[in-house]
């Protein structure tokens, strides 16, 4: 009873479950990188922290001194401190901009978002400025007052219609697509943005998540697809191309041929690996597919990226079609190891006790399917359901 249940939860949720993780990864692909730097020792951070707070004790009015102090705790992320300097430094400037953005960001980030949307009012009042709109949009949206924060981000855009301005209104639309107009404005100004900014894959890649979330699938795996030819070297866009392109089966050749290129030009990320794996898995068929090369690039994902449970869970199910019961069993029980969450991990796992008459551990797994399935049935899940 319990598995046939299981599976038309699973058959339900598939396609949601999907969008939600690749929903989840589109914000990364908007933020700023900082260039690789060697990370400085702890015992070099402890000693410039020392200097600027004795130098701070010593000048307490030199904006210079206190500032450093204030972008000291900015850089490593230390929120508060950062804000409780940056106050006085923001002081010492009579209200210098770029000192009071930054007073506002690490105030953000500690958490006091009432007094951050106070910060940016006040500047704004003095300049209207795209820059403060876009994080005024950021601090509401944390705020959770959604409609506010979608007017901010519109602002910014306004203002300054940049690649980035434009990508962070998308992004934050198709975020609330429950809202009225939100999907269908997020669509169209990623696809405005596409037509001002032709040569940046992050803006494809928001078209293809957005018309995803549409249900224009056809159109989405293209326009992703559009993305990995732009930039070659950029592998983000693969990875939204990888978690996407099951739904299209009109371009899974497209699609192969891409993900076969990324794991041949780059044999030592996880992702393409696993991907490419998984395709191979999707397309070949019951008689037509090559498990051995399956089964090796599942191994080499989960040997680059160990704790990632999806490539011990897809393993599982590949040693599951050999009937190799207990090495399926060991994969499924790494992958909710990892994330006890994971529901078709716990879902096979029960099958897979049936069928080698481990009666006791299939009722506990048949058990904790039964409670993520309660838990689920109003929350829909936060994974990539891999079958």
Not at 216 to 234: F, I, Q, S, T
Not at 277 to 293: C, H, P, Q, Y
Request: proline residues 5%.
């Amino acid at each position: 009873m319990i598995r046939g249940q299981a599976s038309r939860f699973l058959g339900q949720r598939i396609q949601f479950v999907g969008f939600a993780t690749i929903l989840c990864m589109l914000p990364l692909i908007g933020r700023q990188v900082a260039l690789p730097q060697p990370p400085p020792s702890a015992k070099n951070s402890a000693e410039e922290e020392r200097s600027l707070l004795q130098a701070a004790s010593r000048e307490p009015t030199n904006l210079q001194v206190v500032g450093s102090l204030g972008e000291y705790y900015l850089r490593n992320e230390k929120w508060n401190e950062s804000a409780r300097w940056l106050a006085k430094a923001y002081a010492l400037s009579s209200g210098d901009e770029s000192v009071g953005y930054d007073l506002a960001y690490a105030t953000m980030q500690a958490g006091d978002l009432d007094s951050a949307k106070r910060q940016i009012e006040k500047m704004l009042a003095q300049t209207d400025n795209a820059k403060l709109h876009d994080l005024l949009g950021e601090v509401d949206d944390r705020r959770a007052d959604y409609v506010t924060a979608a007017r901010e981000y519109h602002r910014a855009a306004e203002i300054d219609p940049s690649e980035s301005n434009i990508f962070d209104l998308g992004t934050f639309l198709l975020q609330h697509q429950k809202y009225v107009g939100f999907l269908e404005d997020s669509i169209k100004f990623f696809r405005y943005g596409v037509a001002q900014f032709p040569h940046s894959s992050r803006m494809m890649v928001g078209l293809g998540v957005a018309l995803y979330a549409a249900n224009e699938y056809d159109e989405a795996v293209r326009v992703l697809c559009e993305a990995v030819d732009l930039d070659p070297k950029d592998r983000r866009p693969i990875q939204f191309l990888g978690r996407a392109s099951r739904v299209s089966p009109a371009l899974a050749e497209e699609v192969d041929r891409r993900l076969k290129d990324f794991a041949e030009r780059y044999p030592e990320n996880a992702a393409t690996n696993y991907f490419y794996a998984l395709s191979l898995w999707k397309r070949g068929g019951d008689e037509g597919r090559d498990l051995d090369e399956i089964g090796r690039l599942l191994h080499k994902a989960e040997s680059l990226s160990p704790g990632w449970y999806e490539p011990h869970y897809q393993l599982g199910v590949l040693y599951e079609s050999q009937k190799l019961y207990p090495d399926a069993i060991h994969e499924m029980s790494r992958a909710v190891k990892i994330d006890p969450d994971f529901f078709p991990a716990h879902f096979r796992l029960a099958v897979l006790y049936n069928k080698t008459g481990q009666r006791a551990q299939a009722a506990a797994e048949a058990s904790i399917v039964r409670r993520l399935k309660e838990r689920d049935s109003d929350n829909a899940p936060g994974h990539d359901v891999t079958q």
